[in-house]
């Protein structure tokens, strides 16, 4: 794979058919709905074997290994790992993710329970990406990048064939967005197929690297900070080879939201939806409910992306409570005050 096609995202959708979960729901939001003035779905990528969407990319990426691989490494804010862990497993490889101290404690002990080595280190991704590369070199591990690499893109793809399918009238779709493996590989799927559909990228205020990125026309590197939506943390690399010009082609817009309305957004998809989210799945309500994406054109789809949330944090998120983020506090309220 030299560039991606439709074709390999049709490919990865067979690849990883028994291993990842296809066709996962596509539930309205009545709330959401309501708030945007349209229809607004919910595409509950939370229902993967591991919590989160990265088991496609995961999945198709181990699935064009050969068989001889000694064994596979990568660097992860959390679901990458755990992706990786549980389709090593599936295949009988030894697999070691690497992760900073940033990475809560819930996605490390899900990551160890899937039979994976753990390596934490350091305070962002790019010190874990830097044993990564140790592993490789020194101990003949193959790498499988979390997001800039065209087997994890065309896997993350398969959920814009999905929504097509699933909702031929399709208008606009929310995407969360981090290193933009997903959002790359659904946005190129999506105008391949519909061109007219309207897709956004979304991330929080702290450490938006792909916002910083698109601005400039060029990755730059920007400080890793303690977010609720930890999921979304880290660069896109100096040296990104796929996911900016993905992007930088397919995405209509970035919109950034900040930590009170992803605490809000959390809190909404709880009460109203009955969804237990991570912070990282709550942008894209986070920016219909505070108005940030002005007039949307419906149906829209929004991706919950993962489920694999601290549930400390989350119950004080749900109760109302203040939330530690690093050196700082988020100053809570209950929810509909
Ligand atoms: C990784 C991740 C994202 C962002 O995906 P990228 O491909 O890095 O942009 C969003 N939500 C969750 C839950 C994730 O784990």
């Known amino acids: 794979m030299s560039s991606l096609s439709l074709a390999d995202i049709v490919a990865a959708r067979r690849r990883i058919a028994g291993i990842a979960v296809l066709d996962t729901p596509l539930v309205p939001?009545?709330?959401?709905?309501?708030?945007?003035?349209?229809?607004?779905?919910?595409?509950?990528?939370?229902?993967?074997?591991?919590?989160?969407?990265?088991?496609?990319g995961a999945a198709n990426a181990l699935g064009l290994l050969p068989d001889d691989t000694a064994g596979i490494t990568c660097c992860s804010t959390g679901n990458h790992g755990r992706g990786v862990a549980y389709a090593a497993a599936r295949r009988g490889i030894r697999a070691v993710i690497c992760m900073s101290r940033l990475v809560p404690q819930a996605k490390v002990d899900g990551i160890k329970a899937l039979g994976a080595e753990v390596r934490i280190v350091g305070h962002s991704q790019d010190e874990a990406q830097v044993e990564a590369d140790r592993l490789v070199r020194e101990?003949?591990?193959?790498?499988?990048?979390?997001?800039?690499?065209?087997?994890?893109?065309?896997?993350?793809?398969?959920?814009?064939l999905e929504l097509v399918e699933q909702l031929p009238a399709l208008e606009t779709v929310l995407i969360p967005l981090s290193g933009g493996g997903l959002a790359g590989g659904i946005a190129f799927a999506l105008k391949?197929?519909?061109?007219?559909?309207?897709?956004?990228?979304?991330?929080?205020?702290?450490?938006a690297a792909m916002h910083a990125a698109l601005q400039v026309g060029r990755p730059v590197e920007i400080a890793e900070v303690p977010s609720l939506a930890d999921s979304l943390g880290g660069g896109i690399g100096l040296a990104?080879?796929?996911?900016?010009?993905?992007?930088?082609?397919?995405?209509?817009e970035v919109v950034l939201v900040s930590e009170e309305e992803i605490y809000r957004a959390m809190q909404a998809h709880y009460y109203e939806d009955r969804i237990v989210c991570e912070g990282a799945s709550?942008?894209?309500a986070a920016a219909l409910m505070s108005g940030r994406l002005g007039v949307v054109k419906g149906p829209v789809a929004n991706i919950v992306t993962g489920r694999n949330v601290d549930m400390k944090v989350f119950t004080d998120i749900v109760n109302g409570r203040s939330v530690r983020l690093g050196g700082d506090l988020l100053e809570g309220s209950p929810y509909g005050e």
Do not use: W, Y
């Open 139 to 160: 101990e003949g591990l193959t790498e499988i990048a979390p997001f800039d690499a065209l087997p994890v893109i065309a896997g993350q793809g398969t959920i814009g």
């Open 240 to 252: 990104n080879r796929h996911t900016f010009a993905l992007c930088r082609q397919h995405l209509d």
């Open 29 to 56: 939001s009545p709330f959401l709905s309501q708030r945007a003035g349209t229809q607004v779905f919910l595409k509950l990528e939370l229902a993967q074997h591991t919590g989160a969407f990265k088991l496609r």
């Open 282 to 284: 709550a942008v894209g």
């Open 192 to 207: 391949r197929m519909k061109p007219s559909i309207r897709v956004v990228g979304i991330s929080m205020e702290r450490g």
